[in-house]
DNA sequence: TATAATTGTTAGGCAAGCCTAACAAAAGGA
DNA sequence: TCCTTTTGTTAGGCTTGCCTAACAATTATA
């Protein structure tokens, strides 16, 4: 599997896509757009791309569908999304909204070696604030 | 004072030349240009760019400058920079140049409550270790 | 000081991402 | 079914940020 690298915003797309794929079974175009606050052409360009690194299967007026490739790479980055999260809320105290927006910006740019780090650190933190 | 929005890559130039300048007294646009990796011409524009947004003063073959403003926004930088190094460093555990390549990635996106509580998180940990 | 080497600038180009406006297709309702 | 509304696409344009190549200014050295 050719493992295209993608831009901080791809991943944003591909994330949103894979979220609604997940709760709904599928995904529009216009959610898309009102989810990520951008124009329903900047969709469209953005599906363009994804479909052309072969992380979404799509075409023109069709549904939009994840490769697993996509899956793949959408799971990495929700991953990353959550374990952040946590890690804001549980370790930092800060409010929900607070904390996920801190893993957007981040879940692109950390390394995965300080994401393994800071999911193990996480985890142990919680279970001792709980025991 | 404007304080006009810095992309993560004029931050990155702002802040070498501000680490420069306090290390030499000067910086050269070719100090510039192989500290990030980039084109003479490319630090020209990104210099045309810095001075427009009055974060230093520069002219055409001039010596380059920073101003207040620019001072002002470096030192958050590289102080945001150095905190996070600390943390992956010293909490996680990373090696100095995975924290520091982590802080360089971060430090343009994190939050400024996120950062605030990182960094009070950081030495509060280092305290409890030292004790 | 004249010349060579280094450094800085300009011009022109390219890709990513975003936009608006106009148009096309699809979906929903009377 | 026809008409309206919604959704999706296209075209054209803009900015940021990077590049190379050619040229200009500066600095260093013979």
Same mark, same amino acid.
């Given at each position: 599997?050719t493992?295209t690298?993608?831009s901080s915003?791809?991943? *944003?797309?591909?994330?949103?896509i894979?979220n609604?794929?997940e ?10 757009s009102?989810?990520?606050? =951008?124009?329903?052409?900047? =969709?469209?360009d ?8 072969e992380?979404?299967n799509?075409?023109r007026?069709?549904?939009i *569908?994840?490769?697993?490739?996509? =899956?793949e790479?959408?799971k990495?980055?929700t991953?990353k999304h ?5 890690f ?7 409010s ?12 692109h ?5 300080a994401?393994?780090r ?11 604030k709980? *025991?």
């Amino acid at each position: 599997m050719t493992t295209t690298a993608l831009s901080s915003g791809l991943e *944003d797309y591909l994330e949103c896509i894979y979220n609604n794929l997940e709760s709904n079974g599928s995904v529009k175009a216009i959610e898309i757009s009102k989810e990520l606050n =951008v124009s329903r052409a900047s =969709v469209t360009d953005a599906l363009h791309r994804l479909a052309e690194k072969e992380y979404i299967n799509y075409q023109r007026y069709g549904s939009i *569908d994840i490769t697993p490739k996509g =899956v793949e790479k959408a799971k990495e980055v929700t991953g990353k999304h959550h374990v952040l999260t946590q890690f804001f809320e549980k370790v930092l105290n800060l409010s929900e909204a607070e904390a996920s927006e801190n893993a957007c910006r981040i879940e692109h740019v950390i390394t995965n070696e300080a994401f393994k780090r800071l999911k193990v650190f996480t985890s142990n933190y919680k279970k001792r604030k709980n *025991d």
